[in-house]
């Protein structure tokens, strides 16, 4: 009988919302586990089976030495690695510190900043290591893991659109919050996967999953100011878990 594949979770700078994702697989997670030996996830059990793995999942961003040390003995005992969430694949909320000082930061929050040993920067794990698929979104979305998981351990490119929030929330017939509301929304540039939940509830999106393949953040700019929203503003909404995705960076930046 073969083997089955070895799956590793590993987590780095991050809040491990992730990683509950896959825990919250209720319903898949017996089959899932039929289908894989889960031979390392601290998050789920204590014991752990030495690599090399078939797929490793990467929670978290790259913000001390050691991190990026550890993420490259990750990448030479896997044999594909996918990166889940915002902080694996845009640095997450803690890429804030890029736009600032990092040590201004530790002597302002912490009463003994000697004892803090970060780098100046939370950078995503494929500005260190080859990355074989990046899912996005603060949290993932469950079933596009499912999808993720799925299509690995077949031997397939996982089928997920980088299309907009915008046709999410078409495809369940929302009403739109920008259009019928002047609610500022960022689905036009973010990247489809949450299934348009805030605009659902009424709400604008917030980026959850990052910008969407070549986003127009040009011309979404224009119609956030035309709603009234203030430079300053701009800068604010562009800049939350995904503030230093590159096309999300520069649309803060812009003014
Ligand atoms: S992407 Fe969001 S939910 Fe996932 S670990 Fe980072 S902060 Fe937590
Ligand atoms: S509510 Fe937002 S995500 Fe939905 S269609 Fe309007 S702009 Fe796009």
Redo the contacts with the bound molecule.
């Keep these: 009988m073969n083997a089955k594949p070895k799956l590793a979770v590993w987590k780095f700078a991050?809040?491990?919302?992730?990683?509950?994702?896959l825990l919250d697989c209720e319903d898949e997670l017996l089959a899932l586990a039929g289908e894989v030996e889960i031979a390392y996830f601290v998050e789920a059990t204590s014991g752990s089976v030495d690599g090399p793995y078939d797929l490793s999942l990467v929670?978290?961003s790259i913000t001390t030495e050691d991190d990026s040390e550890r993420i490259q003995r990750v990448r030479s005992a896997s044999k594909a690695l996918v990166t889940?969430?915002?902080?694996?694949t845009a640095g997450?909320?803690q890429a804030l510190r890029n736009f600032g000082d990092v040590e201004e930061f530790a002597r302002v929050v912490y009463a003994s900043p000697e004892y803090v040993s970060t780098l100046a920067t939370s950078t995503p794990i494929a500005a260190h290591v080859r990355v074989d698929f990046e899912l996005r979104?603060?949290?993932?979305d469950k079933r596009q893991l499912l999808e993720v998981l799925t299509a690995f351990l077949h031997g397939r490119r996982p089928e997920i659109s980088s299309t907009s929030v915008c046709t999410e929330c078409k495809r369940r017939g929302n009403v739109c919050v920008m259009v019928a509301h002047g609610t500022p929304c960022l689905g036009p540039v973010t990247h489809a996967g949450c299934g348009a939940l805030c605009p659902t509830y009424n709400r604008g999106c917030y980026g959850?999953f990052g910008p969407m393949e070549s986003p127009n953040t040009i011309s979404l700019t224009r119609q956030l100011k035309v709603l009234g929203m203030t430079d300053r503003g701009v800068e604010r909404v562009f800049r939350t878990?995904n503030a230093d995705a590159p096309e999300f960076r520069e649309a803060s930046t812009r003014g």
């Design positions: 991050s809040c491990d919302g992730c990683q509950l994702t929670e978290g889940i969430g915002a902080c694996a997450g909320i979104g603060c949290p993932i959850c878990f």
